[in-house]
């Protein structure tokens, strides 16, 4: 039997989602190579501004998650995607008059990345309210296929535009696509909720309940567990793996970005195949899918340390795309089914804190240990992870689930 279609409202949030997640990733690609090409900027100065981007997941995922919590989350995402729009067309004025420095455009993007928490945190309460419990598997992989799309496409589309008509372009478009996620948003038929709503309590209350929700939960710790490690070992790999790739594998500029393109390719490929995967196999093992070939793309990159090969290099990329969609979109899914609406907005902000706080953690492990040891031990300590990612949930109880636990009342 088919199964039914998604609802408009649904499609509508995929569309935006596309936008918007097009948008940071073009603003994203662009920062830095305005900042190189226009600003002349050194190697700290790139450091700095790429921590300014990321550093607002680390400080305000729980705060989001509170007001994701509290307030309607259409309206919640309309705000966080106007503060991004703000942020690029903030950007692109100060490029016209030629008065952008390293100072603001790392403000901006600090601002910007605002609103991708806000966008990133809301998502899947709003989508648990727009789509039937059975069609939630389906309607995060649209979302997932749609972010898929822009993380393969955004930074070559961005690299262009700054080569080809200047990096103006690059923010035109951005902010554009920016104005589309907010109308399609607009255009949501999102059901606002009718039940009483809890007492506002202190904030940090709110907070620690999310975090021991997820605590106590047999289902969820090691998950969040899995994520954090899977996350660290995939910075390791990161950090070192475009200087291995120079100086070990002999790869050129252009095959380097190839395997790294095929990150993108394998995210869309995934997200593809996950409802079909949803249906075919048990839960516990469509689960398991992601941190297995998050193992097996590390092995295949290791392996070139006794064969350099650039296959197996675009095999990992491919793999650590593919693989890991279907772990988000499955285990997106679980934590929309199990956790009451009242709590998804912080429950959803604990796991995006932990995971994106685990990536500086991987990024400067990486740096320490190939500086000290060399990259042949930063990709042995990667596959180290990787492996012990997939060993706590292989033995979760989260493996040994044969379908989606029923939703609380």
Known sequence: MQPHPLPRSVLN?????????????????????????????????????????????LLLSMPMGVLADRLPGRRLM?????????????????????????????????????????FSVTAPALVSSLAPRAALGRANARL???????????????????????????????????AAAIGLLLRLAAPEST?????????????????????????????????????????????????????????????????LALYGVGMCVGALLTPRILAWLPLGRAIQ???????????????????????????????????????????????????ADALLGRVSAVFLTANTGARPIGAALGGLIGAHWGESACLTVALAGFILQAIVITCSCAAALRQMPASPA
Do not use: K
């Open 289 to 339: 899918i992601g941190p297995l070939c998050g193992a097996l793309a590390a092995a295949s990159l290791a392996t070139t340390l006794l064969m350099p090969s650039v296959w197996l290099a675009s095999l990992c990329f491919f793999l650590l795309g593919a693989g890991p969609i279907v772990w988000t979109i499955a285990t997106t899914t679980l934590r929309q089914n199990i956790t």
């Open 144 to 178: 997932e296929l749609a972010r898929s799309m822009a993380f393969a496409a955004g930074p070559a589309i961005a690299g262009a535009l700054v080569s080809w008509a200047g990096a103006s372009t690059a923010y035109v478009l951005g902010a554009a696509l920016s």
């Open 13 to 57: 949030l995929a569309w935006s989602n596309l936008a918007a997640q097009s948008a940071e990733q073009l603003s994203l690609a662009a920062a830095p190579l305005v900042a190189v090409l226009t600003l002349s900027a050194g190697t700290a100065q790139i450091g700095t501004l790429t921590a300014m981007q990321t550093l607002p997941f």
């Open 195 to 259: 039940a009483p709503r809890a007492p506002r309590r202190p904030p940090l209350r709110d907070v620690a309940e999310g975090a021991a929700f997820v605590w106590r939960d047999a289902l969820l710790r090691p998950i969040l567990f899995t994520g954090v490690i899977f996350n660290i070992a995939w910075f390791v790999l990161l950090v070192v793996y475009v200087p291995y790739a120079v100086h070990t594998l002999g790869l050129n500029a252009g095959e380097v970005g190839g395997t």
């Open 78 to 118: 309309v705000w966080s995607e106007g503060l991004r729009l703000l942020a690029l067309l903030a950007t692109f004025a100060l490029l016209q008059s030629s008065s952008l420095t390293i100072a603001w455009l790392a403000a901006l993007g600090f601002i910007g990345a605002i609103g991708t928490v806000g």
